[in-house]
């Protein structure tokens, strides 16, 4: 299988606890984004990756959100001292930006199959 | 800025019937549109895209998208459901910097036998 693929698919965790996700992209995606999705609605853009550099970061990734691609390949997400509001999927996109120069290429993005969290 | 609104959150349609689900953008400059099917508890699966080439998009499982730039909409359509297109759809546009999604609030599609 090489699609986006992300661990794990379910985590329940106590309020207050800290969680890490792992999300490995499809190999020759150089992108990589984190979205998080909320019982009926649409997917919501977090941040996203360029090789290893984090390029951009909503404001809904408050301080205790942090994401990391150390070498450019899988990514992290990792969310201290949860709170039941954090509850949501989060899914992890990657993308191949063949872009040169001026030119802007973008390629679709594909989707893991998310990772749900509760916190009770 | 981009954004989508998907007009109706729940749609009911008889098996073998036409399936038809709305989407109208905003962007300032011409849009990167796409279709999405995610089915419970599931990630997301491209149907169809459109990147400003043709604007009738044909996509996988009979689904076909039309932009039309006079009413700013992308509705997704096909000609005759089955109940395994059962599914919450989500139409998508894309930033003109960063590449990140903006979607929309979704449509959860019901297929009656």
């Known amino acids: 299988d090489t699609g986006v693929s992300q661990d794990p698919r379910h985590k329940i965790t106590k309020r207050g606890q800290n969680v890490t996700f792992r999300c490995d992209p499809i190999s020759e995606h150089n992108r990589l984004y984190w979205y998080r999705q909320t019982l009926g609605q649409g997917p919501e853009f977090l941040t996203y990756f360029q090789n290893e550099a984090q390029l951009e970061k909503s404001r809904l990734l408050s301080d205790r959100f942090s994401a990391e691609r150390p070498k450019g390949s899988f990514s992290t997400l990792e969310i201290q001292r949860t709170e039941q509001g954090d509850s949501a999927m989060y899914l992890c996109?990657?993308?191949?930006?063949?872009?040169?120069?001026?030119?802007?290429?973008?390629?679709?993005?594909?989707f893991g199959p998310g990772t749900r969290l509760t916190v009770l | 800025a981009q954004s989508v609104t998907q007009l109706g959150s729940h749609v009911s349609v008889s098996e073998g019937a036409l399936v038809l689900l709305r989407c109208n953008y905003s962007s300032s400059v011409p849009p990167y549109l796409f279709w999405y099917v995610q089915y419970p508890n599931q990630g997301l699966q491209l149907l169809l895209k459109y990147t400003s080439a043709a604007t009738l998009v044909k996509g996988i499982n009979g689904f076909e998208a039309e932009f039309k730039k006079s009413e700013t909409s992308f509705h997704l359509t096909k000609p005759s459901a089955h109940m395994s297109d059962a599914a919450e759809y989500f139409c998508?546009?894309?930033?003109?910097?960063?590449?990140?999604?903006?979607f929309g609030t979704g449509t959860s599609l019901t297929v009656i036998p």
């Open positions: 998508a546009v894309r930033a003109n910097t960063g590449n990140q999604f903006y």
């Open positions: 996109a990657s993308s191949r930006d063949a872009s040169s120069g001026v030119v802007r290429v973008y390629d679709t993005q594909y």
